[in-house]
T-cell receptor, first 115, second 111 residues
Framework: DTGVSQDPRHKITKRGQNVTFRCDPI?????LYWYRQTLGQGPEFLTY????????KSRLLSDRFSAERPKGSFSTLEIQRTEQGDSAMYLC?????????????FGPGTRLTVL | RKEVEQDPGPFNVPEGATVAFNCTYS??????FFWYRQDCRKEPKLLMS???SGNEDGRFTAQLNRASQYISLLIRDSKLSDSATYLC????????????FGKGTKLSVKP
């Protein structure tokens, strides 16, 4: 257990519904990252925050995806109008802002299934 | 060309074997390099960072060749508990947060 928690662990939804995932980072970590992982692939970067500022977004992050970290602590990732292609494991990670690319500690992930 | 490419695997080896994983990356601006380990249905965990001078941590040795944009991981005296997927990871050039993961190489150590 790295100390990063994610909720829910599993989510099954119907196509077209909206879903929201929550990530609680390690308490002293000021950076928070979201990744998506599909079967047989490595995680793919979606976005990251330093404190409450969203510093970078991948072009993978379509308009249907939005992430927030309003108080610089927990973060939410919302997917609107879900599609079957959104089915994946959504991983959150956190780190301290030290050096160029500090060690990122991953949470257990939220597995999304879109029917 | 994929940004991070790894041996496809899987690698099936007996206990005690030495196994080597190779990885190449395409972005010459990448500055940070890592090997992560991911157990089945678990989150990735940092195994080790990789430095230009090479580094060793017990049975694990990582090497980086910036000129060839090549990273390697050597596992000596492999244990059953080493069975996992090994992910080669680099940071996107110019980014402090965007890690680019390879697809991973699955290792299975058999008794």
């Amino acid at each position: 257990d790295t100390g990063v928690s994610q909720d829910p662990r599993h989510k099954i939804t119907k196509r077209g519904q909206n879903v929201t995932f929550r990530c609680d980072p390690i308490s002293e970590h000021n950076r928070l990252y979201w990744y998506r992982q599909t079967l047989g692939q490595g995680p793919e970067f979606l976005t990251y925050f330093q404190n409450e500022a969203q510093l970078e977004k991948s072009r993978l992050l379509s308009d249907r995806f939005s992430a927030e970290r309003p108080k610089g602590s927990f973060s939410t990732l919302e997917i609107q109008r879900t599609e079957q292609g959104d089915s994946a494991m959504y991983l959150c990670a956190s780190s301290l802002a030290l050096g160029l690319a500090p060690e990122q500690f991953f949470g257990p992930g939220t597995r999304l299934t879109v029917l | 060309r994929k940004e991070v490419e790894q041996d496809p695997g899987p690698f099936n080896v007996p206990e005690g074997a030495t196994v080597a994983f190779n990885c190449t990356y395409s972005n010459s601006a990448s500055q940070s390099f890592f090997w992560y380990r991911q157990d089945c249905r678990k989150e990735p965990k940092l195994l080790m960072s990789v430095y230009s001078s090479g580094n060793e941590d017990g049975r694990f040795t990582a090497q980086l060749n910036r000129a060839s944009q090549y990273i390697s991981l050597l596992i000596r005296d492999s244990k059953l508990s080493d069975s996992a997927t090994y992910l080669c990871v680099v940071n996107a050039g110019g980014s402090q947060g965007n890690l680019i993961f390879g697809k991973g190489t699955k290792l299975s150590v058999k008794p």
